[in-house]
Nanobody
Framework: QVQLVESGGGLVQPGGSLRLSCAAS????????MGWYRQAPGKERAWVAS???????FYSDSVKGRFTFSRDNAKNTVYLQMYNLRLEDTAVYYC????????WGQGTQVTVSS
């Protein structure tokens, strides 16, 4: 079964940047839309950004203009470049297909704090 492994999280000050990566154990990216999702403390997991099989990308209003979704099908990896991070971006970030079809990975923690 395909496994997803997220990485790149960390502690960053408000206004800082991070780049998240998500690698899959199988070749799924070329045939699926992929997405990033996040779960903030005490909240439900929410969609952040996604694409359609490497085509158009879509962003939640809360991250539009600050986050950039990209993918490398040859490396079975998707990325989320995050700029101008805010306190409210603090969450565990996950990737999955879009719509979600796979078991969730362990996620990567992003903490924005001064």
């Amino acid at each position: 079964q395909v496994q997803l492994v997220e990485s790149g999280g960390g502690l960053v000050q408000p206004g800082g940047s991070l780049r998240l990566s998500c690698a899959a154990s199988g070749s799924i990216f070329s045939t699926n839309g992929m997405g990033w999702y996040r779960q903030a403390p005490g909240k439900e997991r929410a969609w952040v950004a996604s694409d359609i099989r490497g085509g158009n990308t879509f962003y939640s209003d809360s991250v539009k203009g600050r986050f950039t979704f990209s993918r490398d099908n040859a490396k079975n990896t998707v990325y989320l470049q995050m700029y101008n991070l805010r306190l409210e971006d603090t969450a565990v970030y996950y990737c999955n297909t879009a719509p979600v079809t796979l078991p969730w990975g362990q996620g990567t923690q992003v903490t924005v704090s001064s």
